[in-house]
C-alpha cells in the first residue's frame, strides 16, 4: 500500500493551498480517509475526514469554513482544499487511510506547508 501526497508548498498568509493525496494496492473505496497535521513541538493532529463513500465529512474546529476534503474514487485520489491560510496553518500534513472492513490503516510521508509573508 503506498499513499503519495502532494502540492504542499510555501505561500503567505490569504492563500490557498490544494493538497493530493493518491492511493495504490488497495480498495480505495472500502477506505476512509483523513487529513492530519503536525506542527514542529505538536502533537499530530487530525483536520479533516471523509467518509469511504464521500457522503460524510467532518473538520476540526480550526479550519471549519476554510479547509474542504474531497475525494475522486475513480481516481482513487483524496484531496485537500485550503483556503484563507494562517501561519497556525503551517506544518507537514499527513494522508491516512483507514479500511472499513478490518484494521488496515496507512500513512503517507507528509507534504510541507508553510503559511508565511
Known amino acids: 500500500v503506498q499513499l503519495v501526497e502532494s502540492g504542499g508548498g510555501l505561500v503567505q498568509p490569504g492563500g490557498s493551498l490544494r493538497l493530493s493525496c493518491a492511493a495504490s494496492a488497495l480498495t480505495f473505496s472500502s477506505y476512509g480517509m483523513s487529513w492530519y497535521r503536525q506542527a514542529p513541538g505538536k502533537e499530530r493532529e487530525r483536520v479533516a475526514a471523509?467518509?469511504?463513500?464521500?457522503?460524510?465529512?467532518n473538520y476540526a474546529d480550526s479550519v471549519k469554513g476554510r479547509f474542504t476534503i474531497s475525494r475522486d474514487n475513480a481516481k482513487r485520489t483524496v484531496y485537500l482544499q485550503m483556503n484563507s491560510l494562517k501561519p497556525e496553518d503551517t506544518a507537514v500534513y499527513y494522508c491516512?487511510?483507514?479500511?472499513?472492513w478490518g484494521p488496515g490503516d496507512y500513512w503517507g510521508q507528509g507534504t510541507q506547508v508553510t503559511v508565511s509573508s
Open positions: 491516512n487511510a483507514r479500511d472499513i
Open positions: 471523509i467518509s469511504a463513500s464521500g457522503v460524510r465529512t
